[in-house]
């Protein structure tokens, strides 16, 4: 069986070992799911609840880098955030730990806004949601 290649946005944050990835491409890998199911939202909860944003846990800069001129990942980001902010109320967690992980939505999604954007981010803004942003995983596949 051939190996698979990590998805180009998490690539280049493969540990030497090839075993781990850095906890905000972990989190990329989940929050750039057009339709996130309940798995994805339990591991977007326990992402951002375990680990908090900043240089020596989930590093901002490194989301900011990869979304910068891709207003698509961006976009799907922005959604996947808001769809987690209006499901983590049916997970059990504590109203301590709710305010936690929506802390952690409000820092990750103003830091998102608040960015600078390049050329192309710009372009593609406009364009907007009349025109398809995203792939399938089945498409990405073919």
Known sequence: MPSRQPPSVVRDSVSADGLTIALADLLLTKLQVVNVNEKDVRDLLALLLDHDVGPDAIRLERILEATKNDWGLEHTIHRSLSRLQQMIGGFGLAAGQQETVLARISQLGGALD?????????????????MRWYEEPEEARA
């Open 114 to 130: 608040s960015a600078p954007k390049g050329a192309k981010w710009k372009l593609r803004a406009r364009v907007g949601e009349r």
